[in-house]
């Protein structure tokens, strides 16, 4: 089968949803089959076309919202880049240029479109409102994200219950919803693949020791996350354990607010902000820590939850629907509704270490619900039957066109 996949953010971004696309590239090429991808040129304002990797770029324009770009809706060099292809299948991956832009060569060339639905937009509005019209604008969103995703889409996917709840009570959609979860290559988190040498290194650069009990956070360092959650469970628990500390890993508008914070708390000695970190280090990051933390109610699925899990790391997140398919709390993590809660679970686990590791022991072995071949595979059978629906859907109206035709015929020979 050869594939499109169309999206507004890819390598060397890192996001969830990158990580989502890499995965879903790898694991249909894997399975044999070809993959190309369509984004945004994240890097200049240039056409490049990777023939290796199948990767086109478009040119685009800076949107104001962290590092992603928009581009032109129908670039002519792109179309005739896509028409040599012959793609049998377009999945989009955002709903807005390169969306469009899927949807439109999805018509012309009369392609079944499948869409993924990764973002709550309604938790994103602040960032193009300032504060102002959060009401109206919300209610915009819910518009265009029911026009991109019921009414152009052969099939809609989504990662977690929480979006498909979204789409079925909220927006009263009445369609195919799958409910597929983004898979990771768990294998690059494993601790008998990382270097233990590197490690040492890392934990020394970092001003880290073997008796530090270490909280991670990895994520945009924006207002959605709520990190100033995290700061102030922090505040609160550092008087009374010294070494206790927490990674913050990540960069993004809000990382001078939080910096101004700590110094406020007089924490400055047990938060560590890394800023950006690549690509291949950010296992070594989770293989420094003993829980991962996140107060995130804007995830759709919280991919970093299970790289951290795959890392034998406890996750401790606040309830929410995003996390509840893959944290069962006192099973492989634990779930907290407020501070007080989240404050007396690091409490619990500074203090039984053996508690700490058994959780580990089995947020390991579930993380592997989420590898990217069963991804893959799961996202395989999506396209199979838009094909075959389509397929079968015209199958349907040719029949009707040939009923049509047969009863005109006998009419015309009735007359004569």
Known sequence: MRIGIFTETYTPYISGLVTSEVMLKKGLEKLGHEVYVVTANLENFRYEYNEKEHILKIPGIPTGIYDSRLTAVYPIKAVNKIKSWNLDIIHSQTEFAIGTFARLLAYQLDIPLVHTYHTMYEDYTHYITKGYFNKSSKKIVEYLTLFYCDKTASELIVPTKKAYDLFKEKYQVDRNIHIIPTGIELERFYLENINLQKLAQLRKQEKLTKEDFVAIFIGRLAQEKNVVFLLDVMKELV?????????????????????????????????????????????????????????????????????????????????????????????????????????????????????????????????????????????????KYAIEHKKNRLGLIGKFVDKMKGSKDEMDNKQS
């Open 239 to 383: 008087p009374k354990y010294a070494n206790l500390k927490l990674l913050i890993v990540g960069d993004g508008p809000d990382s001078d607010e939080y910096k101004k914070l700590i110094k406020k708390y007089k924490i400055e000695n047990n938060v560590i902000m890394t800023g950006k970190v690549e690509w291949e280090k950010v296992p070594y990051y989770y293989h420094l820590s003993d829980v991962f933390l996140t107060a995130s109610h804007t995830e759709t699925q919280g991919l970093t939850v299970i790289e951290a899990m795959a890392s034998e790391v406890v996750p401790i997140c606040i309830n929410d629907e995003s996390f509840q398919n893959t944290v069962v709390d006192g099973l492989n993590g634990r779930i907290f509704n407020d501070k007080r809660e989240c404050v007396e679970i690091i409490k619990e686990l500074y203090e039984d270490r053996n508690k700490v590791k058994q959780l580990a022991n089995q947020a390991r072995i579930n993380s592997n619900r989420f590898s990217a071949k069963y991804f893959a595979e799961s996202v395989l059978d999506v396209y």
